[in-house]
C-alpha cells in the first residue's frame, strides 16, 4: 500500500514522526521483535542472494549467518571489490542477475528504481517506523520528493574537521568553522607545516568536497526541481575562490589531486598536516596508525553545515510476495534494527570502522556507545547529524550520476589555475543541465 | 572419359569441405565472442539503449556520433590518447628493441636477465598502474628517493598531480610493461638472425650502425611489424594503468578514450554513447594497425 505522504516530504515526516511518538510508539516497541521479524520467516523457504562489496566480508557473512540461524531463510552472499562496484552491479543486473538485497551508492538509488533494479519499499511492515526514527536530515536520501522509500541505510557519516590540537593550541588558534578561517589558520600555521590543509581531492571524490565547502557557506547548491541554484548565490565564486587559493598558495599538497586517505590520514597522523576534512570515521584510522601526533587529533565540525554521506541498501525484484517479505526483514536486520531491537548490524560497523548510523537511537544506545572509543565526541557527531548536515536530496536523483562524474574534471581545471572562479561556476552549472537535459560527454 | 582438370587454383570441393570442417570450431568462437559483439556494439551505437538494457531502445541513427564530435571532451581525449599511443608506441618499441639486443649478447647471467625480462610482462596492468601509482607518489614514492639521491631534483616532486609529468610519467609505466613484451618477441626474432651475416659484415668493415640498419633491422622486420601493430592497439586501448594511476586526472590531463568510454557504459549507463565511443576507437586503433602494417610492406617492397 502507497503511504500518504505528500510531495514536500520533510515537514510531512516531521508531523508523522510526532504522531507516531507520541501514540504509538510505546505500543510499536513492544511489537518490534514481532515486526521485525513478520511473517516472511515461516512464509518463505528458499534462499536469498546478497550482493555486497567488500569492506569486512567475513563480518558480513557472519551477521547474515546469524540471522539466518535465528530461523530465517538462507542467504547467498556475494562480495566484489569495492573499486568499480557500480559498474559490476549494473553490469549484472542488465544481465538478468536476480539479486534480493545489495549494497549501493546513494546516488545510484533513484535510478536504480526508474531502471526496474530495484524495488521501492512502500508499505512494507515497519518502513515507516524505519523512516521515523532516522534523523530528519538523512530521511531525504531514503525518500524520495515523491514520498517513495527508495532504500535503506548501510552506513552513514558526515564530513568532519579533523585537526592537530595541540598544533592549534601552540599557534594560539581557535579551531576553524569558517573556510575564511581554515584559510587564515592555515596560513598561521605554514611556518611550521608546510602544507597544513589536506582532504581527499581525486577526481571522483570532489564532488563531495563541492557541497561539503558550499554548505559550509550555507549554499544551496541544488532546489527540490535539482536547479543548480548555487550558480544564483554570490557566495558560490567566494567558495571557489577559496578552493583554488588553498591549493595554489601550497596550503594543500600538490599531490593532494592523486593522493589517497590513507596516505593522508598517515600525514595527520605523522604531524605533516594540522587539517583533513572526510567523513568523520577517519578519525579511527588517524588514530589507530599511532603516529607522533595520532593522539592530538580531534574532530570539529565542518562548519555551521556539513555534507551527510550515507550508502545504501536496495531491494532487487523478487519473485514473490514471501520473497519480498523475507527479503525485507533482512533488510530491516541490516539497515535498521535486530528482532531485538538492537542496532547490532550498525554497531558491529561502528566497532569496526567508526561507522554510524542515521538514527538518533544509535547514538544514545549504550551497546554503541561503548564500541566507539573514548577519543569520539558523540554528542558532537549526533548533533552534526541532527542539525548541522544535509544529504543534499538531489544527489539521489536520476541523472546526478553523470553530473558526479564532471565535477572531478572541472574542479580540478579550478585547482590548477587553468580555469577561474567564475568560470568554475559556470561550468558546474552546465553539466548540471547537461546532466539533467539527456547525453553529454 | 577423363574428368576436365580443374583450371581454377582452387582445391578440390572435397578438400575444400574438409578445410572448412577443420576451422570451424575455432571460427564459431570468433563469431561468438569477436564477430556478434562487434556487431551489437554497432547497433547499439546507433540506438538510443535504455540502461536496464531490456531492448534496444529507439533508432537514433548517428545521433549519438553527432553528440560525440561536437564535443570539445572528446578531442581533448582524442588529443590526450594520441600523445599517449605515440608515446607509448615509440618507447615500448625502441626499449624493447634495446633489450632484445642487450640479451642477444653473450655475458655471464644472461639467463636470469632473460628470465627478468618476462616479469613485467607477466604482471596484470592493473598491478602495474598500482605498483607505479606509489613509486611515482609525490611524498614517499621510490622514483623521488632515486631521483633526490641521484641529484637530478631537489625535491620530491608531485609527478601523478602536476598536468606537466602525469602524461610522461603513466606512458612511462605502460611502457614497463609492453616493452618487455616487445623485448621478448624481438629477442626470439634476433636469435634466428645468423651470426655469419655480422661477421661478414665486420670483415667488409661495416660499423655497429651500418650493421644495424642493413643487416639487424632487415631481418626483424616481420616480427618489428608484429610488435608494433600490438604496441598500436595496446596504446589506443589502455586503460587499466592510466585508471590506476591517475583516474585520468589530473583535471583531464590524462582521460584517454578508453575512460570516457568506461563512464559511459559503465558508470552514466549511457549505452549508445558509449558503444559510439568504442566504435570510433576500435576503428582508430584499426586504422593505427594497418597504417603501420603498410608502412612496413611498403618499405619492404621499395
Request: net charge negative; glycine share 8%; aromatic share 12%.
Amino acid at each position: 500500500m502507497k503511504t500518504t505522504r505528500t510531495t514536500n516530504g520533510l515537514g510531512s515526516f516531521s508531523r508523522r514522526s510526532f504522531l507516531k511518538a507520541g501514540g504509538a510508539s510505546a505500543l510499536a516497541a513492544t511489537l518490534v521483535p514481532g515486526l521485525m521479524t513478520g511473517t516472511a520467516k515461516a512464509a518463505y523457504s528458499g534462499t536469498l542472494d546478497m550482493l555486497a562489496w567488500d569492506f569486512q566480508p567475513d563480518t558480513i557473512k557472519s551477521l547474515v549467518g546469524e540471522w539466518t540461524a535465528a530461523g530465517n531463510p538462507a542467504v547467498n552472499v556475494a562480495v566484489i571489490p569495492n573499486l568499480g562496484y557500480t559498474p559490476a552491479l549494473q553490469t549484472r543486473l542488465r544481465g538478468g542477475d536476480k539479486i534480493d538485497l545489495y549494497y549501493n551508492f546513494a546516488y545510484n538509488s533513484q535510478k536504480f528504481i526508474n531502471e526496474g533494479w530495484a524495488n521501492k519499499l512502500n508499505g512494507l511492515p515497519g518502513v515507516d517506523d524505519m523512516i521515523a526514527d532516522m534523523f530528519e536530515s538523512a530521511r531525504r536520501r531514503h525518500v524520495n520528493a515523491a514520498g517513495d522509500i527508495i532504500s535503506a541505510p548501510y552506513f552513514s557519516a558526515v564530513h568532519m574537521l579533523h585537526h592537530n590540537a595541540k598544533m592549534l593550541a601552540d599557534a594560539g588558534l581557535a579551531v576553524p568553522t569558517t573556510l575564511k578561517e581554515i584559510y587564515d589558520a592555515s596560513k598561521s600555521l605554514q611556518s611550521k607545516v608546510a602544507s597544513p590543509y589536506v582532504a581527499y581531492w581525486v577526481k571522483e571524490f570532489c564532488e563531495e568536497y563541492l557541497h561539503t565547502y558550499l554548505l559550509n557557506e550555507q549554499i544551496t547548491a541544488f532546489d527540490d526541481a535539482g536547479q543548480p541554484v548555487f550558480a544564483d548565490d554570490p557566495k558560490t565564486v567566494g567558495v571557489f575562490e577559496w578552493w583554488q587559493a588553498m591549493y595554489q598558495e601550497g596550503l594543500a599538497p600538490k599531490s593532494l589531486l592523486t593522493d589517497d586517505p590513507g596516505k593522508l590520514s598517515n600525514e595527520m597522523a605523522q604531524g605533516n598536516a594540522a587539517f583533513y576534512v572526510l567523513h568523520h570515521y577517519f578519525l579511527t584510522s588517524i588514530r589507530s596508525l599511532e603516529g607522533p601526533e595520532s593522539a592530538n587529533v580531534n574532530m570539529a565540525p565542518a562548519g555551521p553545515s556539513t555534507l551527510q554521506i550515507g550508502e545504501v541498501l536496495q531491494m532487487g525484484q523478487s519473485d514473490s510476495e514471501d520473497e519480498r517479505l523475507a527479503t525485507w526483514d533482512l533488510m530491516k536486520y541490516y539497515g535498521w534494527k535486530d528482532a531485538d531491537g538492537k542496532f547490532k548490524v550498525f554497531n558491529q560497523w561502528a566497532k569496526a570502522a567508526g561507522l554510524a548510523a542515521p538514527y538518533a537511537g544509535f547514538f544514545t544506545d549504550p551497546e554503541v556507545i561503548a564500541s566507539f572509543p573514548d577519543y569520539y565526541d558523540l554528542a558532537m557527531l549526533s548533533d552534526t547529524f541532527a542539525t548541522k548536515s544535509n544529504v543534499v536530496p538531489a544527489r539521489t536523483l536520476p541523472w546526478y550520476p553523470d553530473f558526479q562524474a564532471k565535477v572531478g574534471d572541472i574542479i580540478h581545471a579550478l585547482l590548477l589555475g587553468q580555469a577561474t572562479p567564475a568560470k568554475t561556476v559556470e561550468d558546474l552549472t552546465a553539466a548540471a543541465k547537461g546532466a539533467q537535459g539527456g547525453k553529454t560527454l | 572419359m577423363a574428368a576436365a582438370p580443374d583450371l581454377s587454383g582452387l582445391p578440390p570441393k572435397a578438400d575444400r569441405a574438409f578445410g572448412l570442417k577443420l576451422v570451424a570450431p575455432a571460427m564459431i568462437i570468433l563469431i561468438v565472442l569477436l564477430a556478434l559483439p562487434t556487431v551489437l556494439t554497432v547497433i547499439y551505437s546507433l540506438h538510443d539503449v535504455p540502461a536496464s538494457g531490456a531492448s534496444f531502445g529507439p533508432f537514433v541513427g548517428i545521433e549519438n556520433y553527432q553528440i560525440i564530435f561536437s564535443s570539445p571532451v572528446f578531442w581533448r581525449s582524442a588529443q590526450v590518447t594520441a600523445t599517449f599511443a605515440i608515446g607509448f608506441v615509440v618507447l615500448s618499441t625502441l626499449i624493447g628493441l634495446a633489450m632484445a639486443m642487450l640479451l642477444n649478447q653473450r655475458f655471464i647471467g644472461r639467463g636470469l636477465a632473460r628470465a627478468l625480462l618476462i616479469i613485467p610482462w607477466a604482471t596484470p596492468w592493473l598491478v602495474i598502474g598500482i605498483l607505479w601509482k606509489w613509486f611515482a607518489d609525490g611524498s614517499v614514492g621510490g622514483l623521488n628517493a632515486v631521483l633526490l639521491m641521484l641529484g637530478l631534483t631537489s625535491d620530491y616532486i608531485p609527478f601523478l598531480s602536476d598536468p606537466n609529468t602525469a602524461m610522461p610519467i603513466t606512458v612511462l609505466a605502460a611502457v614497463w610493461r609492453q616493452a618487455s613484451f616487445a623485448g621478448i618477441l624481438l629477442l626470439a626474432g634476433l636469435q634466428t638472425l645468423p651470426e655469419e651475416l655480422h661477421e661478414a659484415a665486420q670483415l667488409d668493415g661495416a660499423n655497429w650502425w651500418q650493421r644495424l640498419t642493413n643487416i639487424t633491422l632487415p631481418w626483424l622486420r616481420p616480427v618489428l611489424i608484429t610488435v608494433t601493430v600490438f604496441n598500436v592497439i595496446y596504446a589506443f586501448l589502455q586503460f587499466d594503468v592510466v585508471f590506476a594511476m591517475t583516474q585520468g586526472g589530473p583535471g583531464d590531463t590524462t582521460q584517454v578514450m578508453s575512460i570516457l568510454i568506461y563512464r559511459q557504459l559503465f558508470v552514466n549507463t549511457n549505452i549508445g554513447l558509449g558503444s559510439a565511443l568504442a566504435v570510433i576507437l576500435g576503428v582508430v586503433a584499426l586504422v593505427g594497425g594497418l597504417v603501420i602494417v603498410r608502412l612496413f610492406y611498403r618499405k619492404e617492397t621499395m
